[in-house]
């Protein structure tokens, strides 16, 4: 049976034999981050997905797309090109716009041959006919030899307000549609619009219905989830709106060791997320288990003095790490390079964001003299993020991991990066230094994002884990809790990355460093860490280290070998 030919029988489906949905608002998401998720969800998921989106500027080509139906040069309207394996020819993506990528299991009788595609097609369609009269449009329909949606399709003006590109094979989906809500329409004067001369296209805005994007989003989900989904399905969103007053006050440049935040490199739209409350009684002090007690043995000042003599920076230190005592008693630290400047000013992190120094050359030979000295078995690399740098810092972090293979060739090396912006060619230098571990931390659920990190993003995140996997890294990520998230939407986030094949996970309880950083909402129990590792193992993740006191690199080697064993 095909998904969704005929509406109503689909709607009087019983759900107990329908997997769930799995429905995701990612925001304003760079078209090649959401394909890498998508390619990754696509090859690797077995759960189906819906993820909703807005994408830049940007013109995608199909398979057999004709550039000689790109009007004008793309860089010039500061758009590009991506070439895709879907069906259809050219078409525009960009603000205003919801994208959809639907990636679902499709039940049919050839596993994606032409019939199987053709009723798939029909059921995207039917999807956006259906939410586009539930929102008030009601003249919108099919023409048969042109795949999307039309507004007036039997009348002498028929035009295109939703355009569908799809990829089907052995019964998965992937690729989607784009619903024009309040687009900016001279996009497409530029272009043929999907290779059909004559054919206009249009928007809701410019048909008259002053619709929002995130309205259009809720009927598009409801409807999803309805006609497309079992039991247990569930939606996670990116937050829609956040004010600056929402940040932290070290976010805004408040504080020691921050700029004013129009000085920062990173620096967003002043209205930028949902307000996340306060809480509403003071919290108690620390409890028992979140207490740390200092102990400055041999080993801890071994490498205090090692990594004075090599004039390096650990995060041990920067960061405040309560786990500094045990593991440099251990013999075991985390190196950061690039300094202890970071372009950023997340709301959780101590680092100092003043203007950073130049990337010092020799400091790849440094750490690598380090880890020798130490005669570390296991040796973990950070770095800050440095969007000042045209590559973020990728050739240092590169340099750094070849200077620890040529000193020390048994030594394994976990290398953990901040996103270098998702450009391809900057995390292909990473990628391939070949790092045992990459680890890449999305810090926290889908709703905190923008309020934690609003120089980051969760599809981009997602991203970089997904195209590490597909070079065919071991991958690794971290997750505080305490900022406010429920139970629930932690669950959602470990869901998402066992279905991208994340390998390793850390989970740990937030501390706010300073009072100029974002508070801990709340303590979670040992117990409750014990349910998340429980729970996320359950999902196909093959370790994870929950505690409240796990940081990033917590068990690092310990996590590595875990992963090799199984």
Avoid at 341 to 349: E, H, I, L, P, S
Avoid at 420 to 445: I, Q, R, W, Y
Avoid at 505 to 529: A, K, M
């Amino acid at each position: 049976m095909s998904i969704l030919i005929d509406h109503q029988k689909q709607n009087n489906l019983s759900n107990a034999s329908v997997p769930p949905l799995h429905v995701r608002w990612l925001g304003n998401v760079h078209y090649r981050d959401a394909l890498a998720v998508q390619e990754s969800l696509f090859t690797n998921g077995q759960d189906n997905y819906l993820l909703l989106m807005e994408h830049s500027h940007v013109f995608t080509l199909g398979v057999n797309g004709d550039e000689a139906n790109i009007l004008t040069d793309p860089q010039s309207i500061g758009a590009e090109v991506v070439r895709v394996k879907r069906g259809g020819d050219v078409t525009y993506h960009g603000p205003g716009q919801l994208v959809g990528y639907p990636i679902l299991t499709v039940p049919g009788k050839r596993g994606g041959g032409m019939a199987d595609t053709a009723a798939y097609v029909a059921s995207v369609e039917q999807l956006i006919i259906d939410a586009l009269k539930e929102l008030g449009l009601s003249n919108c329909g099919r023409i048969s030899q042109y795949p999307g949606v039309w507004i007036d399709p039997q009348g002498r003006s028929p035009r295109k307000v939703a355009a569908i590109g799809v990829r089907l094979s052995r019964g998965r989906s992937m690729h989607g549609f784009a619903i024009n809500v309040d687009t900016d329409m001279s996009y497409f004067d530029v272009i043929v619009p999907c290779g059909i001369e004559g054919k206009k296209v249009t928007s809701l805005e410019q048909e008259g219905f002053k619709i929002s994007l995130r309205d259009v989003t809720d009927v598009i989900s409801d409807l999803a989830i309805s006609n497309w989904a079992g039991k247990n399905s569930d939606r996670a969103d990116v937050a829609w709106k956040v004010r600056l007053n929402d940040l932290s006050a070290f976010t805004r440049g408040e504080g020691p060791g921050s700029r004013p935040m129009h000085a920062r490199a990173t620096a967003h739209d002043p209205d930028l997320a949902i307000s996340v409350p306060a809480p509403q009684v003071p919290l108690k002090r620390k409890p028992q288990w979140m207490k740390v007690k200092a102990n400055f043995g041999p080993e801890y000042r071994k490498i205090k003095q090692t990594m004075r003599n090599n004039q390096l920076v650990t995060v041990c230190e920067e960061a405040g790490c309560p786990n500094i005592y045990e593991c440099w008693n251990d013999g075991t630290a985390t190196f950061m390079v690039l300094g202890d400047r970071c372009t950023r000013a997340c709301g959780f992190c101590l680092i100092n964001t003043q203007k950073p120094l130049p990337a010092d050359p020799d400091e790849p030979r440094r750490v690598a003299d380090a880890v020798n000295t130490m005669g570390l078995e296991y040796a973990v690399v950070t770095m800050v993020a440095r969007d000042d740098l045209s590559d973020g810092g990728a050739q240092q972090v590169a340099d750094t991991i070849h200077a620890i293979r040529k000193s020390s060739p048994s030594t394994k090396v976990e290398i953990l990066i901040s996103d270098l912006k998702g450009d391809p060619s900057a995390l292909e230098k990473v990628f391939s230094s070949e790092p045992d571990v990459l680890n890449h931390n999305v810090e926290t659920v889908l709703s905190l994002q923008r309020y934690v990190r609003p120089s980051a993003s969760y599809a981009r995140s997602l991203a970089v884990l997904c195209r590490a996997k597909q070079h065919g890294l071991t991958t690794k990520t971290s997750i505080m809790v305490g900022l406010g998230e429920t139970k629930k939407e932690v669950f959602t986030l470990l869901k998402d990355l066992s279905q991208i094949g994340v390998d390793i996970v850390t989970i740990g309880q937030y501390l706010s460093p300073t009072s100029n950083h974002l508070p801990v909402q709340r303590w979670w129990t040992p117990e409750e860490f014990k349910e998340l590792q429980i729970h996320g193992e359950s999902m196909g993740i093959t370790h994870i280290e929950s505690s409240p006191l796990t940081r990033s690199s917590y068990h690092a080697k310990q996590s590595e070998i875990s992963v090799h064993a199984t």
